[in-house]
């Protein structure tokens, strides 16, 4: 005999009637609940599809995608006169970005594929580690370029800046040490927050003994957010900041260089400065100015014809304003703002606050420096050598950008929804 289902066997199922009624018919529909796809529909409808955690997850990772191949396209087009103006291979530069993309998003899925609580056990490991690369860079291995002594390596063969290294340290490990010390802050005081804040003045410390005042700008940008969101006392806070600016300051005075190349961008340059301490800048604003709505098209700059300085690097910004436009650039500030839209949104509704202390960091990490690489282009700030994140040629940076955006992923994919969305897609 087949038993009929008991009235609490129709409980389970969610039917909330127990009466019998067809399937199909409008009062069935009414006394059932809403399924979890349903409610999951509902909650992100409208213009709150944006904040959708599954959509930020894939948005942010079509943005790094996009960003890096035309990186490797916009390198190729603003390097390629310079290479042959040395004697080599118009795709010498290009060759050479494409094999660090590749470098880069294999790291990067090594990253993805790392759980959450690894990052959160090694990320003191890996601060002691970068900052130990940091001091090479004041031993014979290291390698000074343009002034700057913040890379190692062999010349001709290979060399890499370990700052970078620094920063995605600070954003895996920055988050933990600011939860202990918060912890702890009730039984010992300021005292609980010496680890974290002294460990972040030694990679400041290690970087700025390079002269590298651009990447410290973003260490500094990265610190402050970690205190900020883990719960620093705001006082100290702004005492440290005060501190800061004086040793900055103290910095740049000292610098006869770094003095008038700020002094340049906010005054008018003289006949000898525009040859000069000006002449990167001004042509800068020549390349974006020429460029006008839709750009000269992609390869026909002429300001890359050795009128400016790091085409292919620091300002390649202002290449692609004038090959593609305004609308180019735009597109480019807009994909920056889409992956950082997306951090802070999974951010927000993450339940692990480490998992979003380390996507905020990474999201002021890639978008500040991005927006910092913008405004020296458009002349807002000095000229600070400060890459553009995805895009930029460099070894360093791109691959560490992509590791950083694997770390990214990872932590991204234990928000449960987006967990559970990629193991939908994969099954």
Same mark, same amino acid.
């Given at each position: 005999?087949?038993?009929?289902?008991?009235?609490?066997?129709?409980?389970?199922?969610?039917?909330?009637?127990?009466?019998?009624?067809?399937?199909?018919?409008?009062? !069935?529909?009414? !006394?059932?609940?809403?399924?979890? +796809?349903? %409610?999951?529909?509902?909650?992100?409808?409208?213009? %709150?599809?944006? /904040?959708?955690?599954?959509?930020?997850?894939?948005?942010?990772?079509?943005?790094?995608?996009?960003?890096?191949?035309?990186?490797?396209?916009? #390198?190729? =087009?603003?390097?390629?006169?310079?290479?042959?103006?040395? +004697?080599?291979?118009?795709?010498?530069?290009?060759?050479?970005?494409? $094999?660090?993309?590749?470098?880069?998003?294999?790291?990067?899925?090594?990253?993805?594929?790392?759980?959450?609580?690894?990052?959160?056990?090694?990320?003191?490991?890996?601060?002691?580690? =970068?900052?130990?690369?940091?001091?090479?860079?004041?031993?014979?291995? +290291?390698?000074? *370029?343009?002034?700057?002594?913040?890379?190692?390596?062999?010349? !001709?063969?290979?060399?890499?800046?370990?700052?970078?290294?620094?920063?995605?340290?600070?954003?895996?490990?920055?988050?933990?040490?600011?939860?202990?010390?918060?912890?702890?802050?009730?039984?010992?005081?300021?005292?609980?927050?010496?680890?974290?804040? !002294?460990?972040?003045?030694?990679?400041?410390?290690?970087?700025?003994?390079?002269?590298?005042?651009?990447?410290?700008?973003?260490? #500094?940008?990265?610190?402050?957010?970690?205190?900020?969101?883990?719960?620093?006392?705001?006082?100290?806070?702004?005492?440290?900041?005060?501190?800061?600016?004086?040793?900055?300051?103290?910095?740049?005075?000292?610098?006869?260089?770094?003095?008038?190349?700020?002094?340049?961008?906010?005054?008018?340059?003289?006949?000898?400065?525009?040859?000069?301490?000006?002449?990167?800048?001004?042509?800068?604003?020549?390349?974006?100015? /020429?460029?006008?709505?839709?750009?000269?098209?992609?390869?026909?700059?002429?300001?890359?014809?050795?009128?400016?300085?790091?085409?292919?690097?620091?300002?390649?910004?202002?290449?692609?304003?004038?090959?593609?436009?305004?609308?180019?650039? $735009?597109?480019?500030?807009?994909?920056?703002?889409?992956?950082?839209?997306?951090? #802070?949104?999974?951010?927000?509704?993450?339940?692990?606050?480490? *998992?979003?202390? $380390?996507?905020?960091?990474?999201?002021?990490?890639?978008?500040?420096?991005?927006?910092?690489?913008?405004?020296? #282009?458009?002349?807002?700030?000095?000229?600070?050598?400060?890459?553009?994140?995805?895009?930029?040629?460099?070894?360093?940076?791109?691959?560490?950008?992509?590791?950083?955006?694997? $770390?990214?992923?990872?932590?991204?994919?234990?928000?449960?929804?987006?967990?559970?969305?990629? /193991?939908?897609?994969?099954?």
């Amino acid at each position: 005999m087949v038993r009929s289902k008991r009235p609490a066997d129709l409980t389970d199922t969610g039917l909330q009637n127990t009466n019998a009624q067809p399937t199909g018919s409008a009062a !069935g529909s009414r !006394g059932t609940s809403p399924s979890t +796809g349903e %409610r999951y529909a509902q909650q992100y409808s409208g213009i %709150r599809a944006l /904040s959708n955690p599954l959509w930020c997850y894939h948005g942010f990772r079509i943005a790094v995608v996009a960003l890096t191949c035309f990186g490797v396209i916009m #390198v190729f =087009s603003s390097s390629a006169i310079t290479m042959i103006s040395h +004697g080599a291979s118009p795709w010498k530069q290009a060759l050479s970005q494409g $094999v660090y993309c590749v470098v880069g998003f294999v790291l990067g899925l090594v990253a993805m594929i790392i759980p959450v609580k690894a990052y959160r056990r090694l990320g003191f490991l890996l601060v002691c580690f =970068s900052i130990l690369l940091q001091l090479l860079t004041m031993t014979p291995l +290291g390698v000074s *370029v343009n002034g700057n002594s913040g890379w190692i390596g062999v010349r !001709g063969v290979f060399t890499m800046q370990p700052a970078e290294v620094v920063k995605l340290a600070l954003c895996i490990w920055m988050p933990s040490g600011m939860q202990l010390a918060q912890r702890r802050y009730k039984k010992e005081g300021i005292r609980a927050y010496g680890l974290p804040v !002294g460990m972040f003045a030694l990679c400041l410390l290690a970087v700025m003994a390079g002269k590298d005042l651009g990447t410290a700008m973003i260490l #500094v940008f990265i610190g402050v957010v970690a205190m900020l969101i883990g719960g620093f006392p705001t006082r100290w806070l702004l005492g440290m900041g005060g501190v800061l600016v004086a040793f900055i300051a103290a910095f740049v005075i000292t610098s006869p260089n770094r003095m008038q190349r700020i002094l340049s961008a906010y005054q008018a340059c003289s006949p000898d400065q525009a040859i000069d301490e000006c002449y990167q800048a001004i042509h800068a604003k020549y390349a974006m100015g /020429s460029g006008g709505l839709l750009g000269v098209g992609i390869g026909n700059s002429r300001e890359k014809w050795n009128y400016l300085p790091e085409a292919h690097n620091d300002f390649i910004f202002a290449i692609i304003g004038e090959e593609t436009g305004f609308v180019g650039a $735009v597109m480019v500030i807009l994909m920056f703002v889409a992956l950082g839209w997306c951090l #802070v949104s999974v951010a927000i509704q993450s339940e692990n606050r480490y *998992v979003s202390m $380390v996507l905020v960091c990474i999201g002021i990490w890639l978008v500040g420096q991005a927006l910092v690489n913008i405004a020296v #282009v458009v002349g807002v700030l000095p000229v600070i050598g400060v890459p553009m994140p995805f895009i930029s040629a460099g070894g360093s940076s791109l691959i560490m950008c992509l590791v950083a955006a694997g $770390v990214a992923v990872s932590m991204m994919r234990s928000h449960p929804q987006i967990s559970a969305g990629t /193991s939908a897609l994969n099954s």
